[in-house]
């Protein structure tokens, strides 16, 4: 084995530089020899979005091992919503690490579980008396959320949407809607699993959210039966599908019709919650009220924590032992998601993610104006996206993506893409993102469409 001379530890966070800079290619020499690394010793299924290795990062940039400081549109996948190593975070953590690692809550529980459910028991939507559960990750919850509706309803249909995603495991590979990569030779999936339509205002011909849902409802009735339905499953605002905001009135339509069919509405809100959407959740922007809502991604800062809070009803209704995990609700997570909650509200990051919003929407609508190939620019605050066609007909422009997310790569801008048809370029920086740095991002995106 070599061990090749990484530089000594970097320190992250705020206090990083706040500035795009390159001092060599992307990737440089120190980068290119992790991905050799990689290649000999990561499995090929574990793929990366850019060939760096990461050293540092904080505020809205992340530095490389040959000192490139990258621009952060991405979060790490919307979970660094207070930005990498957040002060709070790091000093919380600590605290826990020289107290206790792990006692495994279902055997010896710790105040640190409890604050966190009481926390998002208060945070969530709808006054009426909650309860949570912790897990690791967002597809544990996802999987959690519908066992326990299953448990609640004694019924075991499910139904998930178009183009949603809910994570890699057997049961939400099956929920997720997109072949490659995310289920291809991966099957078989889970049975009791069904499919409905979805509102997508740019692509489903101006059918309005009540037209929207009036469709699933029907396709749900006729080929499942409510009194075989268990529970929906549905992203307020649709993540890897695509950041597709359902026309108003959808999200509300369900439900209703959910609550009067004795069919638990499932938000996975593990992308939209906790700041990123300008709310603390993306079912308040539709005044809807989920009955079991699964949040993980930002709740954190980066540390694995994963959540299902809901009404205490269906929740109690699982028995004793019926739910947890050897990790579930670590101390040391829990520790972060205090510190990380705290920091949203002490630095008042949920209106600061409607100004990005506002900057990204304007600037984002003005490449538009100037450039056909962008079709639609949809989002809601610091969750914007554009979905990039071919002027002439409407269809998909995936090369066009990978070129523009290639150039903003190359020069020094973390971009994510998504959508069924890999055609949307997201946009979700740390909320603790300068103004300058996310202007000079999105300048570096529109160089990227003019040179595509
Ligand atoms: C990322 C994501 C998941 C899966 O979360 P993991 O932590 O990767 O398992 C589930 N649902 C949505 C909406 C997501 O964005």
Known sequence: MTLVDTP??????PSLAQERRLVTAIPGPRSQELMARKAEAVAAGVGHTLPISVVAAGGGVVVDADGNSLIDLGSGIAVTGVGNSHPRVVEAVTAQLNAFTHTCFTVSPYEGYVAVAEKL???????HVKRSALFNSGAEA?????????HFTKKQAVVAFDHAYHGRTNLTMGLTAKNIPYKSGFGPFAPEVYRASLSYPFR???LDGREAAARAITQIEKQIGAENLAAIIIEPIQGEGGFIVPAAGFLPALVEWANANGVVFIADEVQTGFARTGAWFASEHEGIVPDLIVT???????LPLSAVTGRAEIMDSAHAGGLGGTYAGSPIACAAALATIETYEHEGLIARARDIGAVLIGRLNALRTADPR?????GRGAMVAIELVDPE????DAALTNRVAKYAHEHGVIVLTCGTYGNVIRFLPPLTI?????VDGLGVVAEGLKNA
């Not at 028991?121 to 006054?127: H, I, K």
């Open 121 to 127: 028991n208060e945070l969530t939507p709808g006054d």
């Open 434 to 438: 300068s103004d300058e740095l996310l």
């Open 8 to 13: 000594a530890t970097t320190t992250g966070g």
């Open 204 to 206: 489903d011909g101006g």
């Open 296 to 302: 993980a991604k930002g709740i954190a800062g980066g």
């Open 393 to 396: 007909t409407g269809a998909p």
């Open 374 to 378: 962008i079709g639609d620019v949809r």
């Open 142 to 150: 996802v999987e959690n959320a519908v066992k326990i509706a299953r």
